[in-house]
Structures are given as structure tokens and as C-alpha cells.
């Protein structure tokens, strides 16, 4: 029980910090506006409706990779051959992400990938099941 907690917590660890460096790569080829970053949800929001598609889409990567990265990282510490920490993990972020749509103005696109490339957790805890046990 204690290694399936673990295991969720790294996971999700490892998506956070996947998502964060992919979202400042796309901030460094797309920069938000300076107020932005100072916890001002209004410049946000405005940012967000006038944003060039590659910056949102770098958002969806993010997403994706953190999928595919917290569903190994959970499957591989957990080490039981269940999908139950992975999928832990993509419904925890699934929420976090619908959140974050809901407040901000997102296209539809958005909603749609955003949603399901969560469901690339599953790729994770495959390809951790095809790895060597730790």
C-alpha cells in the first residue's frame, strides 16, 4: 500500500516537472505578457485569447509528456503490473487541467486535446510493464 502511495507521488512529481520545462520552453519562444506571471488572472485570460496557436500547443505537449512520464514513473514504482497508480495520476491531472480550462478562455481544440492526452498514461504503464523491474 505504502509503494502504490509513493508511487503516485513520484508520479506525479515527475509530470509536474515535466510540465513546468516544457511550459518554459514555450515561454521562451512565446513570452507572456510581463504581467502575467505575477498571479494576475485578467493579463492571463487576455493572454490566452490573443496567443499564437504553438504557444497553447505547447501546453498540450507538455500535457502529453507528463502523461506518458507520470504513468511509467507511477506503474514502475508501484511494481505490481496494475494500472491503478498510473491511472491515479491521469484522473488527478485530468482535474487539475479541467480547472485550469474552466477559469481560462481556451479554444475548443484545446479542451479537446487537453482531455485526451491524459489517457496517454496508459502508454506509460505499458511501456513500464515492457522495462526490466527494479
Do not use: Q
Not at 509536474?16 to 488572472?41: L, Q, R
Not at 493579463?43 to 496567443?51: C, F, G, K, M
Not at 505537449?61 to 503490473?81: E, P, Q, R
Amino acid at each position: 500500500m505504502l509503494r502504490r502511495i509513493l508511487a503516485v507521488l513520484a508520479g506525479l512529481i515527475t509530470g509536474s516537472v515535466c510540465i513546468t520545462a516544457i511550459e518554459n520552453i514555450g515561454h521562451y519562444f512565446y513570452p507572456p505578457p510581463a504581467g502575467s506571471g505575477s498571479g494576475d488572472m485578467d493579463a492571463l485570460r487576455a493572454y490566452v485569447t490573443e496567443a499564437p496557436f504553438m504557444a497553447l500547443f505547447f501546453v498540450i505537449l507538455a500535457y502529453a509528456v507528463a502523461a506518458l512520464v507520470s504513468g511509467f514513473t507511477a506503474s514502475k514504482i508501484a511494481n505490481d503490473g496494475k494500472a491503478v497508480s498510473a491511472i491515479i495520476c491521469g484522473v488527478i491531472f485530468l482535474v487539475m487541467t479541467i480547472y485550469m480550462m474552466a477559469i481560462l478562455p481556451t479554444p475548443i481544440w484545446f479542451w479537446m486535446l487537453g482531455i485526451l492526452v491524459w489517457g496517454l498514461v496508459f502508454a506509460g504503464h505499458t511501456l513500464a510493464l515492457k522495462t526490466k523491474k527494479i
